[in-house]
T-cell receptor, first 112, second 110 residues
């Protein structure tokens, strides 16, 4: 089993619908991140969390919210999905402040 | 100015040659630097990390860091077709968030 698991792997939803993307990890890391990837734009940071009570906005947080339910779980919500939120979404974790991040398999989200 | 910048490419290199990938960053207090490889539709995988000035070698890969110039590079020696991928530079700065460049698409031609 993967250390960082994202569900669902693929999702098609309609404009205006609320959708939640989930991330769980078995690595025991405190730090968790949500990124979105669009062609040619690399990975852009949406939200990041250093522990259950410490959640921070990234560069593109508008239209998104997050919940850190436990050390192992970090969920990303789109309250009212719009087509330009169609993208590949990645969750990642890291162990210490300046160490590398490990990625989940990604969720391909399409908003129609 | 973007926090982390890379040439988006595409970069085309003949098989067996050296591929050179470059990255600059804006946060002077950045502490750690990473190169990830990403195949199309897959998640990024770490290939190199570097924390201090100079070179770090791992097999065919060499990462180079120059903090004074705010520059980090990746060299791939004896390039193979399987090295064809997008290479992402990532930096952890003072806020401890991990910021990525836009990636460089590398193609190794047999």
């Amino acid at each position: 089993d993967a250390d960082v698991t994202q569900t669902p792997r693929n999702r098609i939803t309609k404009t205006g619908k609320r959708i939640m993307l989930e991330c769980s990890q078995t690595k025991g890391h405190d730090r968790m991140y949500w990124y979105r990837q669009d062609p040619g734009l690399g990975l852009r940071l949406i939200y990041y969390s250093f522990d259950v009570k410490d959640i921070n906005k990234g560069e593109i947080s508008d239209g998104y919210s997050v919940s850190r339910q436990a050390q192992a779980k970090f969920s990303l919500s789109l309250e009212s999905a719009i087509p330009n939120q169609t993208a590949l979404y990645f969750c990642a974790t890291s162990e210490r402040p300046y160490t590398e991040a490990f990625f989940g398999q990604g969720t391909r989200l399409t908003v129609v | 100015q973007k926090e982390v910048e890379q040439n988006s490419g595409p970069l085309s290199v003949p098989e067996g040659a050296i591929a050179s990938l470059n990255c600059t960053y804006s946060d002077r207090v950045s502490q750690s630097f990473f190169w990830y490889r990403q195949y199309s539709g897959k998640s990024p995988e770490l290939i190199m990390s570097i924390y201090s000035n100079g070179d770090k070698e791992d097999g065919r890969f060499t990462a180079q860091l120059n903090k004074a110039s705010q520059y980090v590079s990746l060299l791939i020696r004896d390039s193979q077709p399987s090295d064809s991928a997008t290479y992402l530079c990532a930096v952890k700065g003072g806020a401890q968030k991990l910021v990525f460049g836009q990636g460089t698409r590398l193609t190794i031609n047999p």
